[in-house]
């Protein structure tokens, strides 16, 4: 497979997840990974850390064990306006921002609804990733949520982790669904782990057969290439730039 990058994974700092980020670093290396991230849940999800943490992120080195460390959070998709649980004065400081909606958090309502939560956290130029948008218990139209990540440059992901969940509704139709919709419109996605504990980095054992049987292009996958997947963080940090740019 040789995937050189998994940009979805947790440490104790989350609350529910078991590693520390010098061990996460230690089997990100074991598993020929160049680039890892590593990116907690904000402050809404229970037991998770405070703003606090990620202010003083700076002081972790980006680099162990030969492996390049992203280091940021998993936002939490409050409403239907995409609002997300941090700060712009904290969230300029994570190397990477995913948003995601958590059932717990955001009560699901009708499909334009949650598609609306979904677009709108897109349409910020300050999120990289929308994670797991996959759940029938918060249906979504795919449509219009593939061509939103194609317009603003935002990916969409595949995580191994939803296909294990048993509260999860239909993840493996709905990732077809997205993958069939992105090979449509030419979008990339990403495939991340969502490890929650350091032996789960860059595990795809779920996810790469949806892949597979929907015959997805390999080059629609960012995860062959650190540096192409650096460049794009590069791209949205200058989309991210002009925007606030343009709003002054």
């Given at each position: 497979m040789n995937f050189e990058l998994d940009m979805h994974t947790h440490t104790i700092a989350s609350g529910h997840a078991y590693g520390t980020i010098t061990e996460m670093a230690k089997?990100?290396?074991?598993?020929?990974?160049?680039?890892?991230?590593?990116?907690?849940?904000?402050?809404?999800?229970?037991?998770?850390?405070?703003?606090l943490y990620?202010?003083?992120?700076?002081?972790v080195p980006r680099e162990m064990y030969g492996v390049r460390l992203m280091l940021g959070a998993e936002l939490n998709i409050m409403d239907d306006q995409g609002t997300t649980d941090?700060?712009?004065?904290?969230?300029?400081?994570?190397?990477?921002?995913?948003a995601s909606i958590h059932g717990n958090l955001f009560p699901p309502g009708t499909i334009q609804?949650?598609?609306?939560?979904?677009?709108?956290a897109i349409k910020n130029p300050a999120i990289d990733i929308i994670g797991h948008p996959d759940d029938s218990n918060c249906p979504l139209d795919y449509e219009q949520i593939?061509?939103?990540?194609?317009?603003?440059h935002t990916l969409l992901?595949?995580?191994n982790n939803s296909l294990r969940s048993p509260s999860r509704k239909n993840v493996?139709?709905?990732m077809t669904v997205i993958l069939k919709l992105c090979k449509k419109y030419d979008v990339p996605v990403i495939l991340n782990s969502d490890a929650h504990f350091m032996t789960d980095i860059a595990n795809t054992d779920h996810s790469m057969p949806v892949v597979e049987e929907a015959d997805f292009p390999k080059e629609l996958i960012i995860?062959?290439?650190a540096e192409r997947f650096e460049a794009y963080i590069v791209e949205n940090r200058t989309r991210e730039k002009a925007y606030k740019e343009s709003k002054k």
């Open positions: 089997e990100a290396a074991v598993r020929g990974l160049k680039l890892l991230g590593i990116t907690e849940h904000t402050h809404h999800m229970p037991g998770t850390c405070n703003d990620f202010v003083n992120l700076r002081v941090l700060p712009e004065r904290i969230m300029k400081r994570l190397d990477i921002r995913i609804h949650n598609t609306s939560a979904i677009v709108n593939v061509q939103a990540s194609k317009e603003y992901e595949i995580n493996r139709e709905n995860n062959y290439s």
